[in-house]
């Protein structure tokens, strides 16, 4: 593959088999170029917005793309033969940062700006999967953050040791 300017690239993810290299950007193109050829195809996700995220299903057939919209980010499902949406997934008010398809492609893990919230989306249908889902919770520093009952606070407690 030979050396191209780009422009503004913020994602950028290898095929499952390694043949390909898909590139996103804040111009709203995905570029997929065929490492072992350098032959470059462009294709829109459907909008004219800035690109944040790309990945490959497993079986290399498929793109998921974000958009960055002004009434709500978007998640394109993409066929890589024929350049055509096949689903999208609106995350609402969540914006995706990240994505990551499961081992059979079913589904779609995002991660969310902000909060850090993690979902699973059903990628046959588009919706979001159950929310009793245990990936469907807050992520914070690494870690996902479990759910727990409210504790109470009593500011006048000592919690040092006593140095005795």
Known sequence: MRS???GDVDTMV???DGTRLAVVGL???LRLWHLS???LRTLRAGHDQPLRAVAFAPDGRTLAVVAIE???DRVTLLD???GRAQRTIEPGARSPLSLAFSPDGHTLATVSTGNGAVE???TRTGSRQAAGNSLNRTVRNGRRQPRRAARHYDP???TGSSAS
Request: proline share 4%.
């Open 80 to 82: 890589t033969t024929t």
């Open 27 to 29: 111009d709203g193109t």
């Open 4 to 6: 191209q300017a780009v």
């Open 37 to 39: 050829t350098g032959a």
């Open 70 to 72: 002004d009434d709500g």
């Open 120 to 122: 699973t989306w059903d």
């Open 14 to 16: 290898f095929s499952p």
């Open 156 to 158: 006048w407690a000592w």
